[in-house]
Structures are given as structure tokens and as C-alpha cells.
């Protein structure tokens, strides 16, 4: 179908990337009214084809652009004007806060470029997940077997809403044995480390509300606020992790109602804070009375450093909720995880547990109850830190090989994750993503963990999932992807090594 409001002449000689100056020239088009909402654009290859310039460009500007809410796609019928168009983020970039709609469109987009990367064939390490190939498959088996053997219907009833006792009390020993205090009472078993940090949310907050957290922080936070109507409020992160001097000012300026953190090998920067930060952190909620909800679910894949202290056996005020779960240490799909709070959030707490879903699996309570007692945790978090350790040495190796001059990362401690800050001359995450897909390689974009704008030119990638030889064919084609796209765009210093 001709396109008789598109009418781009792109300039080679200018120092402008063409993907750019594409761009721009749509926009103009489509402010000016030449393109009206709802037109449709020429397919890639075609306009690629017209315009003399590799798809790879009309592909990133046509997601650019959807990004920023001047078009959308529809599955297997094109990419056309929206018909409600948002401002675009050079606007926005003006103003710290986006608004709702805004994130939603930009998530919306993200998630989409994310979903491709579950395509056959592509070495994925944009996921969350730990390494498959060693999840306790058999012994699970036998639990469950055990479990219905000695327990029967009893198993496959409704559980108490706080958990089937000898879990929560299992629950209770393993937290004392890292320094906090805590009785059964304050023990409540949850769907998930997800359903956990959910339940604060709920019980301790209205819409309207403001949740602190750290820039970038974990995307599922970001989409239980979104859903329970609650603003976020990102504080910029050091080494240590989050700014206790930003926080302090904006404790006085917001009145947060919570504070979101995961002082271990946090998602998705892998930082791990120190003993010190951690210290600071309890005083500060202390002093206020803001309550803390700490998010330890990567605390056990420690392959390197001493073990630290949760904040909660920091914490002599009572202001500090921990959770963790068995999902990432054991099976995600058995979403077993606890939220450890005490007396002031417990009755709230497990009367939103209730009204939610009445009861974790008590099945499935049982089944892991059984795992720990025959001490398969135990073993599982050994073989974990030893892969990851040996994941970690292949993924710092092939990053140094493959990834351009002038990109940044440090070697995480624990976790399963590498965060790397690609140079910012050149192509953004974005960007790379897309052409990286190209050569059936993925990462998490970095920008998709900021509740503001930032992380244009970071990636995540989680090593923990892949075995040393896909590590470093993945790391390698995202390089040469990032190679390609910066050879054609242009726009890097002179002596950056391509
Ligand atoms: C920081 C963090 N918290 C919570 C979760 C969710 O964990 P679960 O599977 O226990 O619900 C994830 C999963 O990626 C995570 O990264």
C-alpha cells in the first residue's frame, strides 16, 4: 500500500547516525500532521530497501519510536501512527517523573522486545531465573510421593493462612542461625518472594502512597506499585548501594510510607552492601519509624566474600520486614517463599494473606518442608555456588573479549547477574538488544530497572543460567552485534577499538 505522507531524505554526509535523522524525520511527519494516527509505515525491509540504509536501522527506529509512544505495532498487521500519542522521553527527560502512562507505554514496548528473546535457537540471558539443569527434579518427586503416602487428604486441604507449622518453624531456626530474632508468630509463608513484598505493599500502604527505592531496582516491585496504585520514588545508587544522604532528604521531603531494598547482590547491579551501608540504613528507618522490607532472595548464591548480616538483625526497632524464598535456591515453579516481620505487621499481615489466596499449597509446603529436612537445600546451595563461581570467571572472561572499549561492569560477589554499562557514545541498549537479537543472543535492557529515566546504555545478563561455552558464544554475538550497529551508525569517538 503506497505511503503518501512519508517523505524522508536522510543525508549521508551529515554526522548525524542515519537511524537518527530517520528518526527525526518521522516524528517531524507525524507532529506536523503529514502522518495522521492510525497510518500505516512501509515495512522494514521496504523502507529499508527505498531508502538505501540496512534494516537493522529501520527496525531500531521504528522501536524508538514505539518506545516513545509516536507508533504502535499490531502482531502480524504492521507498525502504524498511534492514535494517542504521549510525549516522547527527550520531553520527558526534562522532568524527573514520567507519568503512569508513560512507564506503562515504555514497559509495554520493553516487554515486547523481551518476549522475542524466548524465541528457539536464542541464547537468552535477559531471564530471572537460576540454572535449570540443577533443580532437585527427582527429589522433589519423592517428596511429594512421601508427603501424600503419610499425610493424605490432610496434604490437599485448605493450610492455615500462616503456613503449615513445621515449615514455619523450620522457617524460624534457619533465620536465627543468621542473626535474627524472631518467634513463629512473626513467621508467615507465602506465595513467593512476589506474593511476599505484594502483601507489605497491601497491608502497609494506600494508593497514593510513596515506596523508596533504589535506581535501578527490581522490575517486580515496580509492577506490584504499579498495580496497588502506590508511586515509587528512585534513590540513585553508589557502590554500596542505595544513597543514604539522597534517601535522608527525601524522607524528609516525601514521607515515604516504606523502603524497598535487597542488601544482597541486588537486581539487577549484583552490588552487594556492606556492613556499614547496612548499619546506616537501619538507624535512618529507625529514627523516622519507616518501615524496611528487605529482599533477600539472591543472599544465598554467595560464591565469594564473608557472609553479612540481614538488616533485620540490625534492627532493634522493629522496623525491618525480611523475605526470602525457596524459589530461586531450589524450584520457581514451587512458590514457596516467608516474610519474617514481628508484632506491629503480623495480624494485618496474614489477614491480607487470607483475603488473597487463602493459603499457600500446603502440598507444596509439605514437599519442602521435606527437602530441607533430608538436607537437599543444604546441597543444592553448595552445587550453586560452585557453578556460579565457575559461571562468574567464564562471564567476566568473555565480557573483556567481546564487549566494546570503554564499557563498565565490577565482578559481582554472589547473584546471578552482570550488569554492564555499555559505552554511552555509542549504540544504547536498545539499540544493541535489537540487533543482538539478530544473532539469536538476549539480555534484560537496563533501562527497564529505573523507575526513572537511566540505565540507556546498561544491560543485564544473567551468567547463573548458562554453562561456560554459551557464555561465551552469547557474550560474543551481542558483542559483534554492538560492533556492527556502531559501525554503521557512527558517532563513536575516533580510537574507540570496533
Ligand atoms: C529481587 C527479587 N525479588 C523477588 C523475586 C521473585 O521471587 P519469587 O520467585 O520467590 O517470587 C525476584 C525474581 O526475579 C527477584 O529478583
Known sequence: MPNPGLNITLQR???????RQLIARIREQIDSGDLPPGRRLPASRNLARRLGISRISVVNAYSELRAAGYLSARAGRGTFVARERIAAPEASAESPQRSPRQDRRRAAAIRDMMRLA??????????????????PVSYLQDALNQVI?????????????????????????????????????????????QQAIDLVLQSLLSP????????????GVMDIAQARRVHIH????????????????????????LIYVMPSYQNPTGHLMPMHRRRQLARLAARHGIPVLEDEVYREFRFEGEELPPLKALDDSGVVIHTNAFT??????IRIGYLIAGEAYNERLSRVKQAADISTSGLHQRAIHLLLERGV??????????????????????????????????????????????PEGGPSAAETFIAALQRDAAFAIGGLFYSGDGGGHAMRLNFGIHRPAAIEEGFGRIGAAWRALAAEVGGL?????L
Not at 179 to 192: A, K, P
Not at 208 to 219: F, I, K, M, R
Not at 234 to 257: A, K, M, Q, S, V
Open 13 to 19: 554526509e551529515s554526522e548525524e547516525p542515519l537511524y
Open 118 to 135: 524466548r524465541k528457539p535457537g536464542v541464547i537468552d540471558f535477559s531471564s530471572g531465573s537460576p540454572p535449570s539443569e540443577f533443580f
Open 149 to 193: 503416602d503419610r499425610d493424605g487428604a490432610a496434604a490437599l486441604s485448605y493450610e492455615a493462612a500462616e503456613g503449615y507449622l513445621p515449615l514455619r518453624s523450620a522457617v524460624r531456626d534457619y533465620v536465627r542461625a543468621i542473626g535474627i530474632q524472631c518467634r513463629l508468630d512473626d513467621v508467615l509463608i507465602t506465595g513467593g518472594a
Open 208 to 219: 497514593g502512597d510513596t515506596l523508596v527505592t533504589a535506581d535501578p531496582t527490581y522490575l
Open 234 to 257: 528512585g534513590i540513585p545508587i553508589d557502590d554500596d548501594g542505595i544513597r543514604i544522604d539522597t534517601l535522608e532528604n527525601i524522607i524528609g521531603d516525601l514521607r515515604p510510607r
Open 328 to 333: 530461586k535456591v531450589l524450584l520457581p515453579g
Open 377 to 422: 537445600l543444604a546441597q543444592q546451595l553448595e552445587r550453586n555456588r560452585i557453578e556460579l563461581r565457575r559461571r562468574r570467571v567464564a562471564a567476566l572472561a568473555a565480557a573483556q573479549r567481546y564487549f566494546p572499549a570503554g564499557s563498565k561492569w565490577f565482578s559481582p560477589q554472589g547473584g546471578l547477574y552482570l550488569w554492564v554499562e555499555l
Open 493 to 497: 569517538e575516533a580510537g574507540v577499538v
